[in-house]
């Protein structure tokens, strides 16, 4: 059965923090992880990775996949309390994706 | 673009009733995702629709979860008897392409209650 496990499962932080959220996977036949943020409605969408040690980033926002630890990490710099949301990594095969249950992020001013 | 419609956005019903739930995916978009979001939990796949076949219903409990892609366009989501179990969160997403190289658009989710 796939398996995604994030940590820690929750976290609070001060404004200007950086954050590191991590993501760990048993899948078969790995087809690629996605970041989604949560916040009071449906997730959205932040990174796809495929390739391992490639870092796509966005703004403050990064990620990079290491195939090879079967993990990714997410990391923030400079926090704002509009980070605040719960980060969800997805896993998918060919087949499906399988979510994580996610790293509730608290920034606070 | 329009985004991915759900409706209803909020559901309070009593154990062992009925209840429907519908999704217009994004204009396009071959495939759609149903999940169940439990308080405190990552969402978990219920049924993949590619156009409008099934790819995966391998986590739906079919003795009561009904799911359909008519026309490969909108879908529905049926429960029927509700449990106390069933109170949760329903997302349905779409994406352009399947086999897990794209990313899924949520729509805003069903809110339902069983009380």
């Known amino acids: 059965e796939d398996k995604v496990v994030q940590s820690p499962l929750s976290l609070v932080v001060h404004e200007g923090d950086t954050v590191t959220l991590n993501c760990s996977y048993e899948v078969t036949n790995f087809r690629s992880l996605l970041w989604y943020k949560q916040e009071k409605k449906a997730p959205t969408f932040l990174f796809m990775l495929t390739s391992s040690g490639i870092e796509k980033k966005s703004g403050r926002l990064s990620s990079i996949l290491d195939k090879k630890e079967l993990s990714s990490i997410l990391n923030i710099t400079a926090t704002q309390t509009g980070d605040s949301a719960i980060y969800l990594c997805?896993?998918?095969?060919?087949?499906?994706?399988?979510f994580g249950d996610g790293t509730t992020l608290t920034v606070k001013p | 673009e329009a985004g991915v419609a759900q409706s209803p956005r909020y559901k309070i019903i009593e154990k062992r009733q009925s209840v429907a739930f519908w999704c217009n995916p994004i204009?396009?978009?071959?495939?759609l995702y149903w999940y169940q979001q439990i308080l405190g939990q990552g969402p978990k796949l219920l049924i993949q629709?590619?156009?409008?076949?099934?790819?995966?219903d391998s986590q739906l409990p079919k003795d009561r979860f009904s799911a359909e892609r008519l026309k490969g366009v909108d879908s529905t989501l049926k429960i029927q008897p509700a449990k106390l179990e069933d109170s949760a969160v329903y997302l349905c997403?779409?994406?352009?392409?399947?086999?897990?190289?794209?990313?899924?658009?949520f729509g805003p989710g069903t809110r339902l209650t069983v009380l």
């Open positions: 997403a779409s994406s352009y392409v399947a086999g897990g190289l794209d990313e899924q658009f």
């Open positions: 997805a896993v998918s095969n060919a087949g499906k994706s399988t």
């Open positions: 629709f590619q156009n409008n076949g099934v790819v995966d």
């Open positions: 204009s396009g978009h071959a495939t």
